[in-house]
């Protein structure tokens, strides 16, 4: 495993030389810089040459970096610099000195130069790589970690990095090859299973998660990360008895873990055993230092298991903390949602005061809870309330839009919108909800224009992809762009029946009605109650001349969301017409 280092000598020889180096200055330094420094001058070099004042500088950085002065050995470095402006090695220790200090801009300054002195230093580019994740620019730091790999194919460390940077952007599939090769190359890596099994379970994919996180546990058995993993794996499969089982593991290694004991009173409560659930939790408060945060961690888990009175306790605890006070009440309120008293859950919210981050969302669910209520212009006026106090938060032109379209007025609900894209910093959501109230009013062209806006601003966004590759497949154009948009959605959702959708459609459309079929009949399995999926499989159907298959599906899909009931009673009548006839 490669570490970015700071070259320093700790012998006693060294102290002595530094001592005597800073003493006599860079004239006397001349000397032991030649012996302790690679590629020191040279026996005829002159004692105020520039490479002489860079060593003497450098030696200063030392110390003070053995003083624990961060700051002052920057300054030190930066003067070597200046006598040694060819110095890679030089700028590298500079910008890890100033990430160290946490000045990422001029880390990122030093570390480019010094990979444009030396562009195959492994250890610039972890540095780059790193900085990188730190300003949550992953593109870049991708791309980092692909060239260490270039330079160095066998390298664990920057394999590893780069499958959790896939992971982070849920491009699952790149992230267990990238996975499977650094087993390739370690088939004992204990971390290997254990991400790997990571990987799965963050997608979903539970027998896979199990079976890696177990080969985790087999090479080490003490290992708690997937004791933990293995634990939420059989949660997700509802084995709550095994799932406990290895939250117990846990701490037969580790007694005093307050998280394995949470997770093993949340799941005492989702079995209903609430006595066993409330010991677990008094266990997690003994062993916190934090009190406040248990009681508020508790009381997230109470709410989640619909338990809203145990919630409120908990909650109630922390109404004068300084630091819960002003969030706690929007909390309580979802608790007194959650219990159907709704007046007073309005009260709680409309105490949630500014500037709490929660002042927003708890003026949202005001107005959710009055639009339910039948009060749709109450709603209306704390929505513009909150327009008007934060008139940057996309959630709320999308709330405003929400309730005009629920009335069937999309010219009101388009114009809320197309005001917030002026306001919005950067309005992902708001032109995707333009894309979809353009089409609901059979406006393609600018649906298709307010989704590729979403691609602009996200190009990644799978969403998005399969919305403009479904749109494309539909209107019969553009169909390889189509594919290609769709394919790169199911990479990121591999189960989204929506997506599988749209990928049989394609086919369909493309005149592969047996391709068509398969993806069809997998979407119809994951969403029997999607009333589109129901009519694209019977139209795959009647081109296969399965006639009556075709009419139940086109019958059923009369009944479910999604649905188009003009044009599934037509194709109704006329496959009905048709199974008339003597031949059929």
Not at 77 to 86: N, R, S, T, V
């Amino acid at each position: 495993m490669k570490r970015l280092t700071l070259i320093m000598c700790s012998t006693a020889t060294f102290g002595l030389a530094l001592f005597l180096c800073l003493v006599l200055g860079p004239t006397g330094c001349t000397s032991m810089a030649r012996l302790l420094l690679p590629g020191g001058p040279g026996p005829a070099a002159e004692a105020d040459t520039p490479k002489n004042l860079a060593y003497y500088h450098y030696l200063k950085a030392q110390r003070l970096l053995a003083a624990d002065d961060a700051a002052g050995a920057a300054v030190e470095y930066e003067e070597a610099l200046k006598q040694d402006p060819e110095s890679a090695r030089l700028e590298l220790e500079l910008a890890s000195i100033y990430h160290r200090l946490g000045d990422m801009r001029k880390a990122l300054i030093h570390v480019e130069k010094s990979l444009r002195l030396d562009p195959k230093q492994q250890e610039a580019h972890f540095l780059l790589a790193g900085l990188h994740v730190g300003l949550n620019q992953l593109e870049e730091a991708i791309s980092e970690y692909e060239r260490i790999l270039v330079l160095d194919p066998d390298n664990r460390e920057a394999r590893l990095f780069l499958a959790t940077l896939y992971a982070q952007q849920r491009r699952f599939g790149k992230a267990i090859r990238t996975i499977q090769e650094l087993l390739r190359l370690e088939p004992l890596s204990v971390v290997g299973y254990y991400y790997l099994g990571r990987f799965y379970l963050e997608n979903d994919q539970l027998p896979e998660a199990k079976k890696e996180l177990h080969r985790a546990l087999t090479l080490d058995p003490k290992f708690v990360p997937a004791m933990f993993d293995l634990g939420v794996a059989l949660e997700r499969e509802k084995q709550y008895n095994r799932a406990l089982g290895f939250y117990r593991r846990v701490l037969r290694h580790q007694p005093n873990n307050s998280r394995a004991w949470a997770n093993i009173g949340r799941l005492l409560l989702v079995m209903n055993r609430h006595t066993d659930a409330q010991k677990a939790f008094q266990k997690v408060k003994d062993l916190e230092k934090n009190e406040a945060s248990v009681y508020f961690q508790i009381g997230l888990i109470y709410l989640e298991q619909k338990l809203p009175d145990e919630a409120i306790r908990e909650f109630r605890h922390l109404l004068t903390h300084p630091r819960y006070k002003a969030r706690i009440r929007y909390y309580i309120a979802l608790a007194l949602e959650e219990k159907g008293d709704l007046k007073a859950a309005v009260r709680e919210y409309q105490l949630v005061e500014r500037p709490s981050e929660h002042f927003i969302p708890a003026r949202l669910r005001m107005a959710y809870l009055c639009y339910q209520q039948g009060d749709k212009e109450q709603a209306r006026r704390i929505l513009e309330e909150g327009r008007n106090l934060a008139p940057d938060r996309e959630e709320i032109y999308l709330s405003l839009a929400y309730f005009y379209e629920e009335d069937n007025k999309l010219d009101q609900a388009i114009s809320i919108l197309k005001e917030g894209l002026e306001k919005v910093p950067r309005p992902v959501e708001l032109h995707f909800r333009l894309a979809v109230l353009y089409e609901k009013a059979k406006n393609r062209d600018e649906s298709i224009r307010h989704i590729k806006k979403v691609l602009e601003l996200d190009p990644k966004n799978p969403d998005a992809q399969n919305f403009l590759g479904y749109t494309y497949a539909d209107l019969g154009i553009h169909l390889d762009e189509a594919e290609k948009l769709i394919r790169a959605a199911l990479l990121a959702k591999p189960d989204s029946g929506h997506i599988i959708d749209s990928l049989g459609w394609l086919f369909f459309r493309k005149g592969f009605v047996g391709k068509a079929m398969v993806e069809l009949e997998r979407a119809f399995r994951i969403m029997p109650q999607d009333g589109t999926v129901a009519e694209h499989l019977g139209d795959a159907y009647f081109q296969q001349k399965r006639y009556q298959d075709a009419l139940r599906l086109y019958r059923q899909a009369l009944g479910l969301e999604n649905n188009n009931p003009p044009e599934l009673r037509k194709k109704i009548q006329q496959l009905e017409q048709l199974l008339r006839e003597p031949s059929l």
